[in-house]
């Protein structure tokens, strides 16, 4: 029973201290806010509006009455480069960096947002600098994914590696795998233009030793051998693409043809196209089999395949083929009006984006290796998606 009524005696004790301590915090806070400007308190209340340009008119004066405000400074430098003033927020961060009493702490932060002004003014090489500075610290990291940015920019894939392999090596636990290896394959791209086959060949090599799993570098090694007359051995690396991933055929299914028509084996080619566009449908895969069953075959065959084509995937290039083989086999007015919606549909569709990122949602006429939008690698998957006509 005594245990109790301790117990009851200590309550109200511990809310009296409470009520103190929060006395003093509350005494202390006012303090504090009474010592700040009134355009500080303006400022804030600008941004809560979404008022950007008079928050900065008023932060701009809380900064020239107390210059020591370095947060403030980092505030502003921010919201004038995402208004695109990337020249005031050049000369804010600037400013900051030629404080000689500003803590390394804040000094490195500074000198990293400056890296992003630079970014974001187009000024590579100044960018490159302010993050290079960055070795160690808070931003050490965040500055090297800066400069492997710049790079992919400046297409400086040597470098970019470099930067890649530097990174995979700080954190192991994120993979570079992609990147490193479509670094590689960019570099053997450039090579190939140059005809430096031995080039090509340890860039291919370095490429799918980093990434067994990438596409790109037997297509650029079928590209090669195709280019030195080995037919035999472009055949035999693009084959390896449907085993290893086949729903990048359509990419491959060009130079596959190329290969069994140089040793005279187009039937065949048509035939191993043929089964796998059943497989897996795609409208780049469609293309090269609709026009090869047409030269190799005759018009029915290739009406007979555009009906089985769009009942097991329906698309609108799809449908243009379709009515295209319908026109070939019909007469007459007939054949006419198949021609004309033909090339109603083919004008409708012809600009539209068939390509979709899957990071980032970007459409795209074109297949790309590394997304125009955000910036990732291998984002796009090589099957068109229809995008129905805008209104």
């Not at 301590?21 to 806070?29: C, F, H, I, K, V």
């Not at 980032?360 to 910036?375: H, T």
């Not at 090589?382 to 805008?390: F, G, I, K, T």
Request: hydrophobic share 40%; glycine share 6%.
């Amino acid at each position: 029973m005594e245990f109790e009524v301790w117990w009851l005696l200590a309550i109200p004790v511990i809310f009296g201290c409470g009520w103190v301590a929060a006395r003093l915090d509350l005494r202390s806070l006012l303090s504090e806010s009474r010592n700040l400007p009134a355009s500080y308190f303006r400022g804030l209340n600008f941004l809560l509006n979404e008022q950007p340009d008079k928050a900065i008119d008023a932060f701009i004066e809380v900064a020239k009455l107390d210059p020591e405000t370095t947060e403030l400074h980092f505030a502003l430098g921010s919201l004038f480069r995402r208004r695109g003033e990337t020249e005031r927020a050049i000369r804010v961060h600037q400013n900051l960096l030629s404080r000689d009493d500003l803590p390394q702490a804040d000094h490195e932060h500074a000198l990293y947002e400056l890296g992003h002004d630079f970014l974001k003014a187009g000024l590579l090489d100044r960018a490159e600098e302010a993050f290079g500075r960055l070795h160690t610290g808070a931003y050490a990291k965040a500055a090297q994914h800066a400069k492997l940015t710049i790079y992919q920019i400046e297409k400086e894939w040597h470098k970019a590696l470099t930067e890649a392999e530097m990174l995979s090596d700080l954190d192991p636990a994120v993979s570079y795998r992609k990147e490193i290896a479509q670094f590689h394959c960019e570099l053997a791209q450039e090579a190939l233009q140059r005809k430096d086959v031995d080039a090509v060949t340890q860039a291919l090599d370095a490429a799918l030793k980093v990434n067994p799993a990438n596409v790109r570098a037997p297509l650029l090694r079928g590209d090669m051998l195709l280019a030195a007359g080995d037919a035999e051995g472009a055949l035999r690396v693009l084959r390896t693409i449907e085993q290893q991933n086949p729903v990048y055929l359509g990419l491959a299914a060009k130079r596959l043809m190329r290969a069994y028509e140089a040793l005279g084996r187009a039937p065949e080619g048509l035939a191993v196209l043929s089964d796998a566009l059943r497989k897996n449908p795609s409208d780049d895969l469609l293309e090269i089999v609709y026009e090869k069953t047409v030269s190799l075959e005759g018009p029915e065959a290739a009406l007979k395949l555009m009906r089985d084509q769009m009942q097991r995937a329906p698309s609108a290039p799809g449908m243009v083929r379709l009515l295209e083989a319908h026109a070939a086999t019909a007469q007459g007015d007939t054949q006419t009006d198949l021609q004309l919606m033909g090339r109603l549909i083919t004008q409708r569709t012809k600009s539209l984006p068939r390509y979709v990122c899957d990071q980032c949602g970007f459409r795209a006429r074109l297949f790309y290796w590394q997304c125009p939008g955000c910036n990732g690698w291998e984002t796009y998957t090589p099957r068109r998606v229809d995008v129905p006509a805008a209104s």
